[in-house]
């Protein structure tokens, strides 16, 4: 074998070898169920609080102000490389837009939905670059949800005004008992070089 040959071989062999494997799907799926579990879990006492403190418009607050920071601290606890979102495709913030791979899964989870099939609890999505993404669908079955995710003529004015004043592009409205509301997004990274 020529000399040159060999270089670009073992180079190649080497290269290959400094890749490191960093999260396998059993521990997306580990990782990931654990964090979208705890967001709901959270999210959903919160609101309870938060109702009970000030009614919808409490609820409404908490939604738009904290809930974000809460889901972010839920992160930190399970790895700063990790990336955690809310998405929809009838977002209210601009921050839980999905992005166009994620915008596909959730148009194929509402077919699931809306063919009244079997919706898994977790769905793993795989990139050709080692990356993944969890998602955790997120259904609409609370009538206190419904009071700002329902249709907009039936919601209390002041949620609608205060909703108005936070997002210029709403989407948040036109849900219905069982409708797919939309996913929390875990992302686990590619594998890094070591250096």
């Known amino acids: 074998m020529k000399r040159w040959m060999q270089v670009i071989l073992l180079s190649t062999l080497f ?8 999260y396998s799907v059993k521990q997306v799926e580990e990782i990931g169920g654990k964090i979208s579990k705890e967001i709901q879990k959270t999210l959903k006492h919160k609101l309870k609080k938060a109702k009970k403190k000030g009614g919808i418009e409490a609820m409404a607050e908490y939604c738009a102000e904290e809930s974000l920071k809460d889901i972010d601290a839920i992160r930190k606890k399970y790895g700063k490389d990790l990336r955690v979102r809310r998405v929809s495709l009838g977002h209210r913030n601009p ?21 009244n099939a079997f919706l898994p609890k977790t769905i793993v999505q795989a990139h050709e670059d080692g990356s993944y993404k969890l998602y955790a669908p997120i259904t609409l079955n609370s009538r206190t949800c419904k009071k700002c995710h329902g249709d907009k003529d039936t919601i209390d004015p002041k949620i609608v ?28 990274p590619a594998p890094k070089e070591d250096e």
Do not use: Q, T
Not at 15 to 22: C, F, K, Q
Not at 95 to 115: F, G, I, Q
């Open 161 to 188: 005004k205060y909703f108005a004043s936070k997002y210029k592009d709403d989407k948040g409205y036109g849900f219905r008992s069982g409708d797919l509301r939309g996913a929390i997004v875990v992302e686990f």
């Open 95 to 115: 921050k839980n837009a999905p992005k166009k791979d994620e915008e596909k899964m959730l148009k194929a989870l509402d077919l699931l939905v809306k063919a």
């Open 15 to 22: 290269s290959g070898l400094l890749i490191a494997e960093e």
